[in-house]
Every structure is written in structure tokens, then in C-alpha cells.
């Protein structure tokens, strides 16, 4: 099974910092990577796809980059409601793995 | 716009059985490939399963391999996980979650999820 990892697991920021969170894959995924923003009590959502495709509707401070084992999601300028947990997910091979999180809190 | 709502869950004992069940609306279900992904408490998301449109092909994560079976009714637009022999680490709020796509594409759509919860 393809292994991902985030780093970093938690951080703090304050409202209108810029965040780079990176997943790191045990293989080689091309860019088959989408990452996903869950808040407490709800389901997760998708962010991006295809490693750097933002999902309809998302806000285009959201962004990311990244092929082959290392991928960045980078939110600019962080915004209340932005506080969150984010994951990764490989969509190269099954099983689909995800990556352990990232919790995004206020500094 | 998309709807999926999970049901079935509930207190098992280890050893026990549970089927779920996902009802889709807003879509045409017989068109996407359909997730299980899974979520201990206090925990990160597990991926669980995958079904093809049809139903022909599906694949599980090792951890569930030969328990749990992923089905679907693509007239009554739903989506089944029968989960057997049931374990203490199978407790988790269970997701049911639409693909984008066929491939290489992300899970676009997920329900509220069923609060599955194994023990004594």
C-alpha cells in the first residue's frame, strides 16, 4: 500500500497568514493526489484534485502543487472559517490511502 | 443536488454483523463509482472500499478484506456495506462518498455518516 505522510501534523496560525501543509508518498503517484478539508462534526469536502485542480466553489486562496512523491497544499491568507483539518489522499492505486491530517488552528 | 444519507448503524458486539446502507439522490447513481471510508473516533479517515458503476469490480482495504462486502441496488439507488465479524477497532463513524469519476478521481459528494460502534 502507497504510505502518505503530512507534515506538519498540527499548526497554529493566525488569520491572514499563508500555510503550506506537504504530503510526502512512499511511491511515485504522478499527480493523482486531491486534498480534503474537514471541520468538527462534518463530513470532509473536497478542496483539490489532480494534485493542483480546484474543486467548484472553493476559494482560489486554496492551492496546490506537486507530482511524482511530494505534494503542498497552501492556503494564503487564512480566513476564520479555514480552521480545520486537512487531508490528503492518493488516487493513483487501491487502496486509496489518506494521509493522518493536518489540524490547522488559531494562533 | 447530491444527496447521500447513511443509515444501519449502531452497538454491535465483537463478533457481530451490521449491513449499512447509503441512499443517493440528486445524481444518476448507476453512473459513478461509489466509497466507504471510515473514521475512528478522534481519528483520521480510513478508506474502506470501492464498487465499480456496475458493480462488477470492487476492492477493500486489507483491514477489512474477506468482512466486510460492498454492494449496490442501482434501481433503488443505494449503496450496502454488510460488515461480519466485527472488531473493536471497526468502531468508527462510517461515510458513504460519491466519485467525481471513473479513475484516477476523488470522492466529490459524501454523506453525514452511521456511527458504527463494536463492543461488550
Known amino acids: 500500500d502507497i504510505q502518505l505522510t503530512q507534515s506538519p501534523s498540527f499548526l497554529s496560525a493566525s488569520v491572514g497568514d499563508s500555510v503550506t501543509i506537504t504530503c510526502r508518498a512512499s511511491q511515485a503517484i504522478s499527480s493523482y493526489l486531491a486534498w480534503y478539508q474537514q471541520k468538527p462534526g462534518k463530513a470532509p469536502e473536497l478542496l483539490i484534485y489532480?494534485?493542483?485542480t480546484l474543486q467548484s466553489g472553493v476559494p482560489s486562496r486554496f492551492s496546490g502543487s506537486g507530482s511524482g512523491t511530494e505534494f503542498t497544499l497552501t492556503i494564503s491568507s487564512l480566513q476564520p472559517e479555514d480552521f480545520a483539518t486537512y487531508y490528503c489522499?492518493?488516487?493513483?492505486?487501491?487502496?486509496?490511502?489518506f494521509g493522518q491530517g493536518t489540524k490547522v488552528e488559531i494562533k | 443536488e447530491v444527496h447521500l444519507v447513511e443509515s444501519g448503524g449502531g452497538l454491535v458486539q465483537p463478533g457481530g454483523s451490521l449491513r449499512l446502507s447509503c441512499e443517493a439522490s440528486g445524481f444518476t447513481f448507476s453512473s459513478y463509482s461509489m466509497t466507504w471510508v471510515r473514521q475512528a473516533p478522534g481519528k483520521g479517515l480510513e478508506w474502506v472500499s470501492v464498487?465499480?458503476?456496475?458493480?462488477?469490480?470492487?476492492y477493500y482495504a486489507e483491514s477489512v478484506k474477506g468482512r466486510f462486502t460492498i454492494s449496490r441496488d442501482n434501481p433503488k439507488s443505494t449503496l450496502y456495506l454488510q460488515m461480519n465479524s466485527l472488531r473493536a477497532e471497526d468502531t468508527a463513524l462510517y461515510y458513504c462518498?460519491?466519485?467525481?469519476?471513473?479513475?484516477?478521481?476523488?470522492?466529490?459528494?459524501w454523506g453525514q455518516g452511521t456511527l458504527v460502534t463494536v463492543s461488550s
Open positions: 464498487i465499480a458503476r456496475d458493480g462488477a469490480t470492487t
Open positions: 489532480s494534485a493542483s
Open positions: 489522499q492518493q488516487l493513483n492505486t487501491y487502496p486509496r490511502t
Open positions: 462518498a460519491k466519485k467525481m469519476n471513473s479513475g484516477t478521481f476523488p470522492l466529490d459528494n
